[in-house]
């Protein structure tokens, strides 16, 4: 398939404009942190994990994390599930209630309280049932995507690569793979090179999750034939990870998204908690904005400070009026 735009690439059947994309992460991956970062040129967006269990009861709660189609930017939506027919049921009521453009299957998670249902990485052990669940979507007209990590080491990548070609062969069109084993957690480092020796088995078919910090971390990961690479963490400590990266690539970037001042950095955050209040309310949004805050100013003067007074902050306003006077110091060069 060729993309409609000249400038964009086909990727796992979905156009983009870039490789670089924004990870799914539960608790962060809210629609204004998407557009966010869409805006700030992520090629594609994830929804977080939404339980296709969950889907049936189709709550408030569960509408907001979906999203509507107001997000022109290609955005896949991540769903968890015990078996394949909570996956094609959950996908359908989705599917009806906005437009997507790649349905991905968590096969990653490793947190127990997901994994003890039957759904996230203990898939991993159960290559039947994943091999069905990604049959069970395949009639969507949809891409079919896995996020996966890879399995322990048992002296041969025998376990992964067997895994990842049954996923393929049952019609899956990209595999995003995080070089964590799921007994790491989020802990430890990611193999990075075990998920390249992956994309040089799967040519055109690995996109990459693990350790993506500095734009040369995603150029490791794509000269080593990954045709993707998911911003995760990494676009938590630093809102500009993903432009200085596609500058990296050699895209055109302004530069105010490259070479941002503090105030650029205030201002941004202001934006997006505003936009974070109005639509996804105050408690989230705070709570998004002091991890953010953890990196956002890192390296500047004054820094410690602005995060110690965002964190005494109990409501928007009063983070807001902090981020407002760092934004309004811009005449003094604090870095
Ligand atoms: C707070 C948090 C939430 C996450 N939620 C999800 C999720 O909903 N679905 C998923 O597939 N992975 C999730 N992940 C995993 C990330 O997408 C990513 O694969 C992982 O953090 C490795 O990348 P990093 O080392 O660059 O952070 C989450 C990670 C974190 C830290």
Redesign the pocket.
């Known amino acids: 398939m060729t993309p409609k735009n000249p400038d964009a690439t086909m990727i796992g059947g979905v156009e983009v404009s870039s490789p670089i994309w924004l990870?799914?992460?539960?608790?962060?991956?809210t629609r204004t942190f998407r557009s966010f970062h869409a805006r700030m040129g992520a090629g594609l967006v994830?929804t977080?994990?939404i339980s296709a269990v969950g889907l049936t009861y189709m709550n408030k709660k569960t509408r907001r994390l979906l999203g509507d189609e107001g997000e022109s930017d290609p955005v896949a939506l991540?769903l968890?599930g015990p078996d394949a027919d909570s996956m094609a049921r959950g996908a359908e009521l989705a599917l009806g209630e906005r437009r997507f453009d790649a349905l991905e299957i968590?096969m990653?998670?490793p947190m127990p309280k997901v994994t003890k249902r039957g759904a996230g990485a203990s898939l991993l052990g159960r290559p039947d049932e994943a091999r069905r669940m990604v049959s069970s979507l395949t009639g969507f007209g949809l891409p079919v995507w896995a996020?996966l990590r890879v399995t322990p080491r048992n002296g041969s990548e025998a376990g992964t690569e067997e895994f990842a070609r049954g996923l393929l062969a049952a019609g899956a069109a990209l595999l995003?793979v995080?070089g964590?084993t799921p007994a790491q957690r989020?802990e430890g480092t990611?193999d990075k090179d075990r998920v390249r020796s992956l994309a040089a088995r799967f040519p055109g078919l690995i996109a990459a999750?693990?350790?993506?910090?500095a734009p040369q971390d995603a150029l490791y990961y794509l000269d080593g034939g990954c045709v993707a690479v998911?911003?995760?963490?990494?676009a938590?400590r630093d809102a500009y990870l993903i432009p200085r990266t596609n500058a990296a690539l050699g895209r055109g970037v302004p530069e105010r998204l490259t070479d941002p001042t503090v105030a650029d950095r205030a201002m941004a955050l202001i934006s997006l908690g505003r936009q974070g209040v109005a639509d996804e309310g105050e408690r989230l949004t705070l709570a998004l904005m002091r991890r953010m805050l953890s990196g956002a100013f890192k390296g500047y003067y004054g820094a410690a400070a602005v995060r110690n007074a965002c964190a005494a902050c109990r409501d928007w306003p009063c983070m807001e009026s902090v981020l407002s006077g760092v934004a309004d110091a811009q005449c003094a060069p604090l870095r």
């Open positions: 990870a799914p992460l539960a608790g962060v991956t994830h977080e994990m991540q968890f968590n990653a998670c996020k995003l995080h964590r989020y990611a999750s693990g350790d993506y910090y998911l911003a995760a963490r990494g938590l």
